[in-house]
């Protein structure tokens, strides 16, 4: 074989394989490749909607936590400002300051006043509950008395107040005639 033959026999050969190699590209490869990138493009959809998803879920989360937030609020401003006139746990509750600070309790009484509208947007009107108290004790203990009435849950304020001496002479026995409210929310 001559040297222009073994040039033109590689020449040919190499066409072939180039052009099966076209063929195998085409007909195999890309076929996949395709497929492959229109996976990807799946997956990145789908790992959009998961990102999506997860950031609703945050926020639903939050929403939650600030619902039970508001929740715990109102709680809470349930026990400073209760629902309810709750007249047996405020006497209960001046009952149990004057036997902690050692104070007699002579008489209670309540009357209902007129429910006040409010312009706060937690609570709709404010009631009040007026005691009229007498108690008997000493001077610091009722001193004590209302500074820890003072620091009560309840909000309630002393309007009125007679102290008169209990004995003859100069004892240290007081009787102390008060009229203390106690606020409640309307419901």
């Given at each position: 074989?001559?040297?222009?033959?073994?040039?033109l026999?590689?020449i040919?050969?190499?066409?072939?394989?180039?052009?099966?190699?076209m063929?195998?590209?085409?007909?195999?490869?890309?076929?996949?490749?395709?497929?492959?990138?229109?996976?990807?493009?799946?997956?990145?959809?789908?790992?959009?909607?998961?990102?999506?998803?997860?950031?609703?879920?945050?926020?639903v989360?939050?929403?939650i936590?600030?619902?039970?937030?508001?929740?715990?609020?109102?709680?809470?401003i349930?026990?400073?400002?209760?629902?309810?006139?709750g007249?047996?746990e405020?006497?209960?509750?001046?009952?149990?300051?004057?036997?902690?600070?050692?104070?007699?309790?002579?008489?209670?009484?309540?009357?209902?006043?007129?429910?006040?509208?409010?312009?706060?947007?937690?609570?709709?009107?404010l009631?009040?509950?007026?005691?009229?108290?007498?108690?008997?004790?000493?001077?610091?203990?009722?001193?004590?008395?209302?500074?820890?009435?003072?620091?009560?849950?309840?909000i309630?304020?002393?309007?009125?107040?007679?102290?008169?001496?209990?004995?003859?002479?100069?004892?240290?026995?007081?009787?102390?005639?008060?009229?203390v409210?106690?606020?409640?929310?309307e419901?």
């Amino acid at each position: 074989m001559k040297g222009s033959t073994k040039r033109l026999l590689s020449i040919f050969l190499s066409i072939i394989l180039l052009i099966g190699a076209m063929i195998v590209v085409s007909s195999f490869i890309s076929p996949v490749y395709s497929g492959i990138n229109n996976k990807k493009g799946e997956i990145s959809e789908k790992a959009l909607v998961l990102e999506e998803n997860r950031s609703l879920v945050d926020k639903v989360k939050t929403l939650i936590s600030e619902s039970n937030q508001a929740q715990e609020l109102q709680k809470n401003i349930s026990k400073i400002l209760p629902l309810s006139e709750g007249i047996s746990e405020a006497v209960n509750q001046i009952s149990g300051l004057a036997f902690l600070n050692k104070l007699e309790v002579n008489s209670v009484s309540s009357r209902t006043l007129a429910i006040e509208p409010s312009n706060a947007k937690l609570i709709k009107g404010l009631g009040v509950v007026s005691f009229n108290i007498q108690l008997g004790g000493t001077y610091e203990s009722f001193k004590s008395f209302l500074e820890n009435l003072e620091t009560n849950i309840r909000i309630m304020n002393v309007n009125y107040l007679i102290i008169e001496s209990k004995g003859e002479g100069l004892t240290n026995n007081f009787l102390y005639n008060l009229t203390v409210d106690a606020y409640y929310q309307e419901k």
